[in-house]
């Protein structure tokens, strides 16, 4: 059999990258195509590093269909991992017709190119935002959705436009139905052990993870703990944070369900990728500064707007459906988080 064509769109960033270093070691050839809105090409320079093979890189943006139609066509592959996206809260609240036309048309153009090129196999980054108010803090994936934020709104769209794509297709009876995966991330983190590849934020850091990491090689003076009186033990935010490299596992996984009998027929599913366990904002710091021996400075500052209280997967169904678990605990996440921190201070630069 041929070697499977993996385009991966998105591929030069954070998770995209350790995607890229994952497909390659699996015996994938990969083609990416980012705009480098917010990547540097270093990060697949030290893809090709770590894995000793090569990958094709088009900078293009997802939204240039003339562009797109051109790679599909030159590199015919055969599925697609789709991470391009803008994916700041914040500014998506700031600035929502920027996400919803980044995210939600990027798409449709995306899709109506693998339409016209006949790659009907997608695998597609989506979010633990989707999810609404529930009466459970373990989240499987029917519960109601139901985002908060024009992020996790474009989200929540590009998943109906994907489930609408894969009913008509059982409708038309088509020949070559989609095969889609939704793959709902909750909190991703860590780098890859080599320390060569990582999360890169520019400017301050919105996430946890990177902000504490950057407070304990000293580039920033103070983490602030938003809230500290939740209904949990601790009263500070419980999430549920999954290793990068196990979350892009999961990745893999889905391309093997959607090439497999289960997807014979075509469809559209979701699937969580959690570990299943929440941690508090102190639980982490805590984990910081067992793993790294450095204190971490932090305040109790107000709660951050729209946040919830508590946040966790339930991660059975891809355990049974992909075949897939985490296999990293939280003091791994944390000894590659600072691995990378310290081997690159100044993120790619
Ligand atoms: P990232 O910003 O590091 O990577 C996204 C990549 O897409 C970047 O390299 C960027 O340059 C590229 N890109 C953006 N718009 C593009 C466009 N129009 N055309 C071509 N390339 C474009 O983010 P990440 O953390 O690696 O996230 C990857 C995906 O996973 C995103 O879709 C994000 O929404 C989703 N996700 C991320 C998290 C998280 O916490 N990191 C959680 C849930 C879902
Ligand atoms: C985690 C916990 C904060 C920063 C976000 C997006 C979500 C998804 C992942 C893409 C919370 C607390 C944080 C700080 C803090 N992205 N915190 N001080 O909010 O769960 O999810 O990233 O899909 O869409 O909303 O992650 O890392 O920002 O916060 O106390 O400086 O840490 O309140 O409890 P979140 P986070």
Known sequence: MNKQKVLVTGGAGYIGSHACVELLEAGFDVVVVDNLANS???SLARVQRITGKTLAFYQADIRDQAALTAIFAKETPTTVIHFAGLKAVGESCQQPQLYYHNNVYGTLVLTEVMAEANVKQLVFSSSATVYGESE?????EHFPLGAINPYGRSKAMIEDILRDLSTADTLNQAPNPWKIALLRYFNPI???QSGLIGEDPNGIPNNLMPYVAQVAIGKLPQLSVFGDDYPTPDGTGIRDYIHVVDLVKGHIKAIAALNSDKFLAGG???????TGQGYSVLEIIQAFERVTEKPINYKISPRRAGDLAECFANPNLARQELNWKVEKNLDDMVADTWNWQTKNPRGYD
């Open 136 to 140: 459970s803090p373990q989240y499987s």
């Open 40 to 42: 540097k090409p270093e």
């Open 190 to 192: 860590g780098a890859h």
């Open 268 to 274: 559209c599913k979701a699937y969580n990728l959690g």
